[in-house]
């Protein structure tokens, strides 16, 4: 039997797994989240590579990248493909970008007469300066009547099929709108919403407020509330939904160059201590893993090249050198990985300092691009036009 056993920061010294009962299982339209988990949709990060390898650690809802509804709505190929699905994969749950109900009405209702989801996430918490400074993204739910006319329109449009709809706290402190956007979200039939518990303004800076979930979970009372921002641990999740009453969570950078969080996420819930982490070898047998499957997804090359950013994700906190790190960032093809990785002792454990680090976006806080005297006309429900509704990441 190893010696290894599970790690934890001084944060959750006193976090216990999960007891018999003590979390419903929240359901999404007719899906049931067992464990109560949900992979965050993270732009050029949750393709179907990634969310297969996320799948193979264990159970969750895997939500895909951002794809644009006025670009999917027109035909373009781009789009096309970031919305595409395995055929294994299911539910197959698309996250969709729009500021117009239009588009999002038409994108949404070509994906489910076609047959081509089973889940929609409506992105309404982008942060780009180019998206809010035409009034799209983060913007939108400051102006209650067009979010709740977009919503509507996503709604109706998916019929049977659940959508979920995610926002920030607000535009900055001085403009919060979370409760309200979630009453919206409910009242024009959601079937879950989630809050990234930032604002715009915070962009990604700072702790993520996990007041404004509780906040959130009492006032939208008949549908999941899903908190957002900051699970890096399996024992976060837990401590997030005993403190605000949540009924799940949503995974973003936590589990960058860490997909086991998914299995650790599953131990927890089912009321068990998670594995010991994973050794080099074992690292290394993921990213070996997670490259084949962005090679076979998205041909050679460009596969290869989509890892690289990963592999610095995987390496954040690990014992190796420069040379090991650099070498990593010319890698061209899955069986250079373990060759690379080779030089260092295989058997050293993923370390305790690497469990928070921060991987990928962590700036901000930055004052909140808004269109001219915007802020005069926060009643009015009118599209903010084609600007607003560039292709983007983010959230
Ligand atoms: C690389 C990256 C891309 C993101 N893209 C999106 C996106 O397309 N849609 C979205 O709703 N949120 C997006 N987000 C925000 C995450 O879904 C999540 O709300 C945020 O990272 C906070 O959660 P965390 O603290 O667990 O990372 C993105 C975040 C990152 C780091």
């Not at 990634?50 to 895997?62: N, T």
């Not at 994969?89 to 729009?98: F, K």
């Not at 906040?215 to 921002?229: C, D, H, M, Q, R």
Request: glycine share 8%; hydrophobic share 40%; aromatic share 6%.
């Amino acid at each position: 039997m190893s010696e290894r056993t599970h790690m934890r920061s001084e944060l959750n010294a006193d976090v216990t797994p999960a007891a018999v009962g003590e979390f419903p299982t929240p359901r999404i339209g007719k899906f049931e989240l067992n464990p109560p988990v949900i992979l965050a949709p993270m732009a050029g990060v949750t393709n179907a590579p990634f969310r297969r390898l996320c799948r193979e650690m264990g159970g969750a809802l895997y939500v895909s990248e951002m794809v644009n509804a006025r670009a999917l709505a027109e035909g373009h190929r781009r789009s096309l493909k970031l919305a595409s699905f395995t055929d294994d994969e299911y539910p197959r749950s698309l996250q969709i970008y729009g500021t117009d109900p239009e588009s999002v009405s038409t994108a949404i209702h070509t994906l489910v007469s076609e047959d081509r989801v089973d889940h929609i996430d409506m992105n309404f918490g982008c942060p780009a300066p180019k998206v809010t400074r035409n009034g799209g993204g983060a913007a939108v739910p400051a102006r209650p009547r067009l979010f709740s006319r977009i919503v509507s329109a996503a709604v109706s449009a998916a019929g049977d099929i659940p959508v979920t709809v995610k926002f920030r706290k607000g535009i900055d402190d001085t403009l919060l709108t979370s409760n309200t956007a979630g009453r919206i979200a409910e009242a024009e039939g959601a079937a879950a919403v989630a809050l990234h518990a930032r604002t715009a303004y915070q962009l990604y800076s700072g702790s993520a407020d996990w007041n404004a979930v509780g906040e959130l979970k009492s006032v939208v009372t008949t549908i999941p509330v899903f908190g957002n921002g900051d699970i890096f641990e399996p024992w976060d999740a837990l401590r997030m939904m005993r403190m605000t009453g949540c009924d799940g969570v949503v995974v973003g950078r936590g589990c960058l160059g860490r997909p086991w969080l998914f299995r650790d996420l599953n131990a927890v819930f089912a009321g068990d201590e998670p594995p010991p982490p994973p050794t080099v070898a074992d690292i290394s047998a993921t990213m070996t893993r997670h490259a084949t499957l962005l090679h076979e997804w998205f041909g050679g090359q460009l596969g290869i090249q989509l890892f690289r950013k990963h592999a610095n994700w995987y390496l954040a906190g690990l014992p190796v050198g420069r040379s090991v790190r650099a070498a990593m960032n010319t890698v061209d093809h899955p069986t250079d990985i373990a060759r690379i990785l080779a030089p260092i002792d295989q058997s050293i454990s993923y370390p305790l300092e690497a469990l928070r680090v921060v991987r990928s976006h962590s700036g901000g806080p930055r004052p909140v691009a808004l269109p001219q005297r915007f802020l005069e006309h926060l009643d009015s429900d009118l599209p903010p036009g084609r600007e607003a509704d560039v292709v983007v990441s983010g959230g």
